[in-house]
């Protein structure tokens, strides 16, 4: 991948310099709801998620990120094809920035799609307390839906008595079973976002998965949707939901979704955990949209150059195996690990989970 990461930078774009700060720092916010008190965070320019990055496909990119914190951090892009010295990994391609340091950023993004910023120094940390953005890369010509909305999923793991994140990082019990997992999840910040729509609407939902651990299983409700693009890169076909999919931690999922719920009703994106299912974000559907329903979306336009060939790759099999709880090689079909999708199609995806033990996190 390092050939193919090397972008070169059009001269007349290395005239245009626009180095925006960008400031890792502590805030206090109001994490939980409002009969909580706040929450102390770690944050690019003390939010979380951090301010929303966009430009469109080759545009070039610039960030002196400015760290006020009490550590070292350093910010990795994640996904995006890059020069490996602003690839942002602390102690591999560059010394993390010390407290009351800088460092400049300055990349050029070969790729539409939804990819994401966040803290590459202690991640598990860091990332865990709110060091974590957007950053969308807009295709060349506008695509056809109504409006877009950018959908951060996480979770956190928070004392309810004090209302802070548990200072708990790198427990051994999280490091030998599914990794931290929170017991507060949010959608850009926010417990229960609900949005409002209009029949009929297209919209284009871009998830984003910044949490730790926590692999969501999600479904529609009230909405039909196609998935048009993984993880920055899109489909060659649309495939239709038909069922619960899953958003992996750092994996980013987008959706073209149609607004099927009746006026006065709402639609969901549902997140489905072990028997129950949470509304993640609602879709309020505050009246009839001007335009009939669209017919099946087209594919968005693919990336050129970001593809291997695929026609020579082999197919290796991956064993994950380990774990403290012991048993997990048999929930494994087998001994195989097979891909994710195969876990959710046959119901062991769960199973899984529950063998490794790893959703007891602390009430
Ligand atoms: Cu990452």
């Known amino acids: 991948m390092s050939a193919a990461g090397l972008v070169c ?89 010390r407290p009351g340091d800088s460092f ?11 990819y994401w910023y966040h803290a590459h120094n202690r991640s598990f940390e860091q990332v865990a307390r709110g060091l974590q953005g957007a950053l969308i890369v807009e295709e060349p010509e506008p695509i056809d839906i109504d409006h877009e909305e950018v959908l951060i999923l996480d979770d956190w793991r928070i004392d309810p008595e004090t209302a802070q994140i548990a200072d708990t990082f790198g427990a051994m019990h999280d490091l030998s079973h599914a990794g931290r997992l ?44 196609w998935i048009v693009a993984m993880d920055g890169m899109p489909l060659a076909t649309p495939q239709p939901v038909e069922g619960p999919f899953l958003l992996s931690s750092a994996q980013r999922v987008d959706l073209i979704v149609d607004v099927t719920a009746e006026v006065g009703s709402a639609g969901h994106i549902v997140q489905l955990s072990r028997d129950e299912s949470f509304s ?26 970001a593809m ?43 199973a899984f989970n529950g063998a490794v033990g790893g959703m007891d996190v602390p009430a």
């Open 308 to 350: 291997p060939d695929l026609g020579s790759a082999r197919d290796i099999a991956l064993l994950m195996e380990g774990g403290a709880m012991g048993g997990m090689r048999g929930a494994m079909m087998g001994g195989r690990m097979s891909s994710m999708r195969d876990m959710m199609e046959t119901g062991n995806f769960w």
């Open 104 to 114: 400049d950023y300055d990349f050029v993004v070969p790729d539409a799609g939804t």
């Open 9 to 97: 930078m059009p001269n007349s774009l290395l005239a245009q310099t626009d180095m925006r700060a960008v400031t890792a720092r502590i805030a206090d916010i109001q994490l939980l709801p409002d009969d909580y008190g706040k929450t102390q965070i770690w944050g690019f320019d003390g939010i979380a998620p951090g301010p929303e990055i966009r430009v469109t496909q080759g545009a070039r990119v610039q960030r002196r990120i400015v760290n006020e914190l009490p550590d070292p951090t350093s910010t990795h892009w994640h996904g995006i094809r890059i020069d490996n010295a602003m690839d942002g990994v602390a102690g591999l391609t560059q010394d993390a920035i």
């Open 280 to 305: 993640q974000v609602a879709f309020e559907v505050t009246g009839d949209g001007t335009s009939a329903r669209r017919g099946t979306p087209q594919p968005l336009p693919p990336n050129a150059h």
């Open 182 to 225: 929170g017991n507060y999840i949010t959608t850009n910040g926010v417990y229960n976002l609900a949005k409002h729509v209009k029949r009929h609407e297209r919209l284009r939902l871009r998830l984003i998965n910044a949490s730790n651990a926590r692999i969501f299983q999600l479904a529609l409700e009230g909405l039909e949707g």
